[in-house]
C-alpha cells in the first residue's frame, strides 16, 4: 500500500515526464544517502546525510530535519513536529519524484 505526506508537498506540482519508475527502499536509500537534490520551482536544496539527518535550505533559509526508508517509501520529520510523513519516489533515471497524497508531486534533480 502507498503510504504519503508532509513537507515537500510545499515545494511542487505535479511533473509531466513520462516513463517514471516506483523505487524500491533499497534504491530509495542508495539515491539519497550522503546525496543532494536540487528543487527547481522552488530554488531550494535538500542534503540526506547517511546518518538519517537532513538539511533544507531555500532563500538563506537552512532547517535540519530527519529522514529514513520505511518499506519502499521516504518519511521525514521535521521539528517541532514529531510527526513522519511518508512519500513513495520515482524516477526517470535522471530526476527524482517524491509523491504525495492527493495530487502533490514534486520532482527534484541531484546537485552534487
Given at each position: 500500500?502507498?503510504?504519503?505526506?508532509?513537507?515537500?508537498?510545499?515545494?511542487?506540482?505535479?511533473?509531466?515526464?513520462?516513463?517514471w519508475t516506483p523505487?524500491?527502499?533499497?534504491?530509495?536509500?542508495?539515491?539519497?544517502?550522503?546525496?543532494?537534490?536540487?528543487?527547481?520551482?522552488?530554488?531550494?536544496?535538500?542534503?540526506?546525510?547517511?546518518?538519517?539527518?537532513?538539511?533544507?535550505?531555500?532563500?538563506?533559509?537552512?532547517?535540519?530535519?530527519?529522514?529514513?526508508?520505511?518499506?519502499?517509501?521516504?518519511?521525514?520529520?521535521?521539528?517541532?513536529?514529531?510527526?513522519?510523513?511518508?512519500?513513495?519516489?520515482?524516477?526517470?533515471?535522471?530526476?527524482?519524484?517524491?509523491?504525495?497524497?492527493?495530487?502533490?508531486?514534486?520532482?527534484?534533480?541531484?546537485?552534487?
Amino acid at each position: 500500500m502507498r503510504r504519503f505526506a508532509l513537507f515537500l508537498a510545499l515545494l511542487g506540482s505535479p511533473a509531466m515526464a513520462q516513463d517514471w519508475t516506483p523505487m524500491t527502499g533499497d534504491e530509495i536509500r542508495a539515491a539519497l544517502s550522503d546525496r543532494s537534490l536540487y528543487y527547481p520551482r522552488t530554488d531550494a536544496r535538500q542534503t540526506f546525510h547517511a546518518s538519517g539527518r537532513t538539511l533544507y535550505s531555500v532563500g538563506g533559509n537552512d532547517s535540519w530535519g530527519t529522514w529514513r526508508v520505511e518499506g519502499d517509501a521516504y518519511c521525514s520529520q521535521w521539528p517541532p513536529s514529531d510527526l513522519w510523513a511518508c512519500y513513495e519516489l520515482d524516477t526517470d533515471g535522471v530526476s527524482l519524484r517524491f509523491i504525495a497524497p492527493g495530487p502533490d508531486i514534486t520532482e527534484a534533480t541531484y546537485a552534487d
